[in-house]
């Protein structure tokens, strides 16, 4: 298969891979969003025993292409519905993907990246890797990578990260619970394969069984949670806030609120 925003290499049991777009930080664009899907249904039908995500470059991925943001306040209320779909959809697909998967972030992570960063089954971070859900600094809503942030931090912490839109280190995040190793940069991919090796000793029936019963665990909240999510990740593209927030963002300026 031929991608042209991401690559995928799979090697002795380990399929890695990398957003591929180092010029624009790996921003997430619908035609990344369209090869991910497609590269996470390869790897589940492929051979391989154990994902690794990661990122070209010096970024892990920077959140929402400038060009699709831009778009953004052109879409019909339809559209902007199915767009938060596909959003739910690609987070899920990794949160219930059925081999084990790991998180090499060699750089920021921020909004839709800090979701693909975090919801990984590991994740592990380069000293001077960012994190942030920075949407409500747009007149945004964070609503999807909400859902899963609860469940990994708690309320205080997701209230913290999501109500501010603040960037965290990799420290602070490690002690959050967001984030398992902090790890040398020479070292990290490295390490997400030494990582790889030792879930590979296990059985990949026991691993994908594992995987299963976590996912059913979660599957009824989440059902519900992400429907809810959905309608907020798109009702919010029909405010005046959004729209300031992404000018002034694209501007370059401080943003003119109006709260409606």
């Known amino acids: 298969m031929t991608y042209r925003t991401i690559q995928l290499a799979i090697d002795s049991g380990v399929a890695t891979v990398t957003l591929n777009r180092p010029d624009k930080r790996n921003a997430i664009s619908y035609e990344l969003i369209d090869d991910l899907l497609t590269a996470l249904d390869e790897v589940v039908k492929s051979s391989a025993l154990v994902l690794v995500l990661t990122g070209a470059g010096k970024a892990f991925c920077s959140g929402m292409d400038l060009e699709n943001l831009k778009a953004l306040t052109g879409r019909s209320p339809e559209q902007s519905l199915q767009d938060s779909e596909t959003m739910a959809r690609l987070f899920r697909t990794l949160y219930d993907f059925p081999k084990p998967t790991i998180a090499a972030v060699n750089g920021a992570a921020i909004a839709g990246g800090c979701g693909l960063a975090t919801l990984c089954d590991f994740t592990l971070a380069v000293p001077d890797a960012k994190f942030g859900y920075t949407e409500v600094r747009i007149g945004f809503v964070p609503a999807i990578v909400s859902t899963f942030l609860l469940r990994q931090v708690g309320e205080k912490h997701a209230r913290d990260l999501l109500l501010t839109g603040r960037i965290i280190s990799a420290d602070e995040a490690h002690r959050m619970g967001l984030i398992n190793e902090i790890v040398a940069p020479g070292r990290l991919l490295g390490r997400a394969r030494e990582l790889a090796a030792q879930l590979m000793e296990n059985s990949p ?56």
């Open 205 to 260: 029936a026991s691993l994908a069984y594992t995987k299963r019963l976590l996912s059913e665990h979660a599957r009824a909240d989440l059902d519900s949670q992400i429907r809810s999510a959905v309608q907020e990740n798109a009702s919010i593209r029909a405010t005046r806030d959004f729209r300031e927030g992404v000018s002034s963002f694209l501007e370059k300026r401080k943003p003119q609120w109006s709260g409606k």
